[in-house]
C-alpha cells in the first residue's frame, strides 16, 4: 500500500468517526403553539452529550404554561439523561408548569417502565399542541 493509500484510509475513517459522533450528539430545538412549547429532542440522553443543552432549553420556556419534550427521535437515554429529565421536571412543576413527555420511543419506553419512571412523568398527545389553551372562551360570530 502507498503512502497515498494509507492516507487516504486514514481520513475516511477519521471523516466517519467525525460524522457518527455529529449523529449522536443531542440536537434541541423549541417551537411554540400558544401556551404550549414544544422541546423537539433529537440524538442520545446520556451524561456528557448535551444534557446542559437540554436543560438551558426548557429553562428558557419559562413563560409557558405547558412544556412538552417530544423524544420521537431520541434513540437512547441513560441514567443521568433520567436524571436530568427529573430534575426539569421537578423544576418545571414548582414554577407551575406542566412537564409532559410525547412520543416516546420504544426503547426509552422501556426503561421509563423498568425505573418505574413512566408512573411520574406524564405523557402527552399531539391534540394538545394542536388545540393549545385558551384564555377566555371563543365569542362566536354575530351577523345581524
Known sequence: MSDGDCCRLFFKFRRRDREKRENDMLKVFTRKFGDVAVVYVQGRIVVGNG???????????????NIILDLA???????????????????????????????????????????RLDLVFKMADETEILLPRRAEPIKPNVFY
Open 51 to 65: 444534557l446542559k443543552t437540554l436543560r438551558d432549553a426548557v429553562v428558557s420556556q419559562s413563560d409557558a404554561g
Open 73 to 115: 427521535r431520541v434513540s437512547t437515554i441513560d441514567a443521568g439523561g433520567l436524571g436530568m429529565m427529573l430534575e426539569i421536571f421537578q423544576q418545571t412543576e414548582a414554577n407551575g408548569i406542566n412537564f409532559k413527555l410525547m412520543n416516546v420511543t420504544g426503547l426509552v419506553s422501556r426503561v421509563l417502565e423498568i425505573t
